[in-house]
């Protein structure tokens, strides 16, 4: 197998029992859907497949190594959201309460009465940053989060459901920020990463962003757009619709999308800004193993209590979404299978996770003790996640007994 003119190789661990797992992602690579990429599954806790292969840099060939690391945008959503409910669980925070009770200044403009799960089930009716966010801000999410405090909702919250694709991230980083005086990435990495040795980090260092897998863009999947309206395409059809919004600058979707306008930066993603900044709706750079090890250390208990865990799965939303126009479902800040968190028939009651925009994906699985992540630097043009990914979830759903 070749990547342009580099060879590539696959390597790494696979149990046995899911064999068909390994064939599915070599598969990948000799059709030609893969750059590099990596998979990881435990199942009851237990490592089962650690596979990677193919190329970090597709200019220079620098291979995809067993601790490359990678931007999983996303994915990032669920990190932030367990952040959240370990606040919850400890009681410094009440779901059902207005987030002005944390974050005064929020209460402007028809605010007053959304609520935290209003935030973290995409409710909020604030899914775009109406004013340009300029560069210099990119860094400052404080100031972004400002910004958001200073707007009226789309709709009124709690009534419909929106993908609120950047904007998620800036909302709960506040919200950590008033009631523990840390951002998101710091308190990832006091209660999450580090106790569990996981390499995940909302905000790069140096040396990890040096090492991180470039991406490769696809068809771009979200232009960045300016001012526009609220209201979908006018067709019955989701998936038109949702065509059509993306052709469309002006779209909610690529408004949602496109501020702060990531495309300015020289290389995108890819850049040192947004690799450092620490995001919390897109932000985390990660490894399969490790995305796998963070649903592992959910599944089993050992982050969330499993009565709090379950609380969070329970959906509390669910069909259109106003701003991907496809059905969608969320608990507490994790997809449940919909039409954007595409999943094998047998994980459909009790899967889930986080979809990231280009492919990636994080899965979790209480009731079959799943634990699943895939990433990779071949972008796709879709915002509804990646047909590899899901292949990749079959064939593991399809290997247990």
Same mark, same amino acid.
């Given at each position: 197998? *070749?990547?342009?003119?580099?060879?590539? /190789?696959?390597?790494?661990?696979?149990?046995? $029992?899911?064999?068909?797992?390994?064939?599915?992602?070599?598969?990948?690579?000799?059709? +030609?859907?893969?750059?590099?990429?990596?998979?990881?599954?435990? #199942?009851?806790?237990?490592?089962?497949?650690?596979?990677?292969?193919?190329?970090?840099?597709?200019?220079?060939?620098?291979?995809?190594?067993?601790?490359? !690391?990678?931007? @999983?945008?996303?994915?990032?959503?669920?990190?932030?959201? /367990?952040?959240?409910?370990? %606040?919850?669980? $400890?009681?410094?925070?009440?779901?059902?309460?207005?987030?002005?009770?944390?974050?005064?200044?929020?209460? &402007?403009?028809?605010?007053?009465?959304? *609520?935290?799960?209003?935030?973290?089930?995409?409710?909020?009716?604030?899914?775009?940053?109406?004013?340009?966010? !300029?560069?210099?801000?990119?860094?400052?999410?404080?100031?972004?989060?400002? &910004?958001?405090?200073?707007?009226?909702?789309?709709?009124? =919250?709690? /009534?419909?459901?929106?993908?609120?694709?950047?904007?998620?991230?800036?909302?709960?980083?506040?919200?950590?920020?008033?009631? /523990?005086?840390?951002? *998101? +990435?710091?308190?990832?990495?006091?209660?999450?990463?580090?106790?569990?040795?996981?390499?995940?980090?909302?905000?790069?260092?140096?040396?990890?962003?040096?090492? @991180?897998?470039?991406?490769?863009?696809?068809?771009?999947? @979200?232009?960045?757009?300016?001012?526009?309206?609220?209201?979908?395409?006018?067709?019955?059809?989701?998936?038109?619709?949702?065509?059509?919004? *993306?052709?469309?600058?002006?779209?909610?979707?690529? $408004?949602?999308?496109?501020?702060?306008?990531?495309?300015? #930066?020289?290389?995108?993603?890819?850049?040192?800004?947004?690799?450092?900044?620490?995001?919390?709706?897109?932000?985390?750079?990660?490894?399969?193993?490790? %995305?796998?090890?963070?649903?592992?250390?959910?599944?089993?208990?050992?982050?969330?209590? =499993?009565?709090?865990? +379950?609380?969070?799965?329970?959906? $509390?939303?669910?069909?259109?979404?106003?701003?991907?126009?496809?059905?969608?479902?969320?608990?507490?800040?994790?997809?449940?299978?919909?039409?954007?968190?595409?999943? =094998?028939? &047998?994980?459909?009651?009790?899967?889930?996770?986080?979809?990231?925009?280009?492919?990636?994906?994080?899965?979790?699985?209480?009731?079959?003790? #799943?634990?699943?992540?895939?990433?990779?630097?071949?972008?796709?043009?879709?915002?509804?996640?990646? &047909?590899?990914?899901?292949?990749?979830?079959?064939?593991?759903?399809?290997?247990?007994?």
């Amino acid at each position: 197998m *070749t990547v342009g003119d580099h060879p590539v /190789t696959t390597s790494g661990h696979c149990d046995p $029992r899911f064999s068909r797992v390994r064939e599915v992602f070599d598969r990948h690579f000799s059709d +030609g859907e893969e750059l590099g990429a990596a998979f990881a599954v435990f #199942l009851d806790g237990e490592p089962v497949v650690d596979l990677w292969g193919g190329v970090a840099d597709r200019h220079t060939g620098r291979p995809w190594e067993a601790g490359t !690391p990678v931007l @999983a945008y996303s994915c990032t959503k669920a990190v932030a959201a /367990t952040a959240m409910l370990l %606040l919850v669980e $400890r009681g410094l925070v009440d779901v059902r309460s207005p987030v002005s009770a944390y974050w005064p200044e929020f209460a &402007r403009d028809g605010k007053a009465r959304v *609520t935290v799960e209003h935030v973290l089930t995409h409710q909020a009716g604030l899914p775009a940053i109406e004013e340009p966010v !300029p560069l210099e801000e990119f860094e400052d999410l404080p100031a972004i989060a400002d &910004r958001l405090a200073a707007q009226a909702p789309l709709w009124e =919250p709690g /009534t419909a459901h929106g993908y609120h694709a950047v904007t998620y991230g800036f909302l709960i980083d506040e919200l950590i920020r008033r009631v /523990t005086g840390m951002s *998101t +990435g710091e308190l990832v990495a006091a209660e999450i990463a580090g106790p569990h040795q996981l390499e995940l980090w909302l905000g790069a260092p140096p040396d990890v962003a040096a090492r @991180a897998a470039r991406l490769s863009a696809g068809e771009r999947a @979200a232009p960045a757009g300016g001012a526009g309206v609220a209201n979908p395409p006018a067709t019955d059809d989701p998936v038109a619709a949702m065509a059509a919004a *993306t052709r469309d600058k002006d779209s909610l979707m690529n $408004r949602a999308l496109g501020n702060p306008p990531i495309h300015k #930066l020289p290389g995108g993603g890819n850049h040192p800004v947004i690799l450092r900044a620490g995001w919390p709706a897109l932000g985390m750079v990660t490894t399969a193993r490790a %995305l796998a090890g963070f649903y592992r250390a959910l599944v089993t208990g050992e982050i969330l209590a =499993p009565s709090t865990l +379950g609380d969070a799965m329970r959906p $509390r939303v669910g069909g259109p979404d106003r701003v991907l126009y496809l059905d969608s479902a969320f608990g507490l800040g994790y997809m449940r299978p919909a039409m954007t968190f595409l999943t =094998p028939a &047998r994980g459909v009651e009790s899967a889930f996770g986080h979809t990231g925009l280009g492919g990636s994906l994080g899965l979790g699985d209480v009731e079959h003790g #799943l634990a699943m992540a895939y990433t990779m630097n071949r972008m796709v043009g879709s915002v509804a996640g990646s &047909r590899r990914a899901y292949r990749l979830a079959e064939a593991v759903y399809g290997s247990l007994t």
